[in-house]
T-cell receptor, first 115, second 113 residues
Framework: AQSVTQLDSQVPVFEEAPVELRCNYS??????LFWYVQYPNQGLQLLLK??????LVKGINGFEAEFNKSQTSFHLRKPSVHISDTAEYFC?????????????FGKGTLLTVNP | DTGVSQNPRHKITKRGQNVTFRCDPI?????LYWYRQTLGQGPEFLTY????????KSRLLSDRFSAERPKGSFSTLEIQRTEQGDSAMYLC???????????FGQGTRLTVV
């Protein structure tokens, strides 16, 4: 079984400040890792993914994440946030050795960017 | 490519009634997933199809829930004898085979009164 823990349910920051959203996972097998963003009353949009290779992954909208296997973490970062980044962010894992690639999500982190 | 389409966007129903949701995936995508998201939680996996075959169902999917994907195209999710605990956002996603990005629809928000 896999699980994802997003350590902060809410993160308030000021515009142009840096932000880090934390994600830890638990799995007995190798995993793929994802960050999705959800705007109010919308579906989920992929920000970035780690499948293999470089542990530093760059995504859309200036976001990046680093896979740390020893700490089982996949924290999301952005050096300077905008008002438009206000949304719910979900970390997710899937089993890299399986065949269905279903996603197990964390509970989400609400990022609020204030002017 | 118009993305994943879900209908209706919102559904209000009385307890005990049956409801059906539809998902139209991206046309060339083999895989289709259903997830359920309740308030303050991340989406939870319900079931998935590869083409027309339903290959896995979560224990969350009680006997009142049934999903189909005839001819490997659109999919329907039916909930019979709805209960207030079924109130949630139901999300559909599709992807190509392999560890590919899953594209999500905008969801159907179900409210059982």
């Amino acid at each position: 079984a896999q699980s994802v823990t997003q350590l902060d349910s809410q993160v308030p920051v000021f515009e142009e400040a840096p932000v880090e959203l934390r994600c830890n996972y638990s799995s007995s097998v190798s995993v793929y890792l994802f960050w999705y963003v959800q705007y109010p009353n919308q579906g989920l949009q992929l920000l970035l993914k780690y499948l293999s290779g470089s542990t530093l992954v760059k995504g859309i909208n200036g976001f990046e994440a680093e896979f740390n296997k020893s700490q089982t973490s996949f924290h999301l970062r952005k050096p300077s946030v905008h008002i438009s980044d206000t949304a719910e962010y979900f970390c997710a894992v899937s089993n890299s050795g399986g065949s269905n690639y279903k996603l197990t999500f964390g509970k989400g982190t609400l990022l609020t960017v204030n002017p | 490519d118009t993305g994943v389409s879900q209908n209706p966007r919102h559904k209000i129903t009385k307890r005990g009634q049956n409801v059906t949701f539809r998902c139209d995936p991206i046309s060339e995508h083999n895989r289709l997933y259903w997830y359920r998201q309740t308030l303050g939680q991340g989406p939870e996996f319900l079931t998935y199809f590869q083409n027309e075959a339903q290959l896995e169902k979560s224990r969350l999917l009680s006997d009142r829930f049934s999903a189909e994907r005839p001819k490997g195209s659109f999919s329907t999710l039916e909930i019979q004898r709805t209960e207030q605990g079924d109130s949630a956002m139901y999300l559909c996603a599709s992807s190509l085979l392999g560890p590919r990005e899953a594209f999500f629809g905008q969801g159907t928000r179900l409210t059982v009164v």
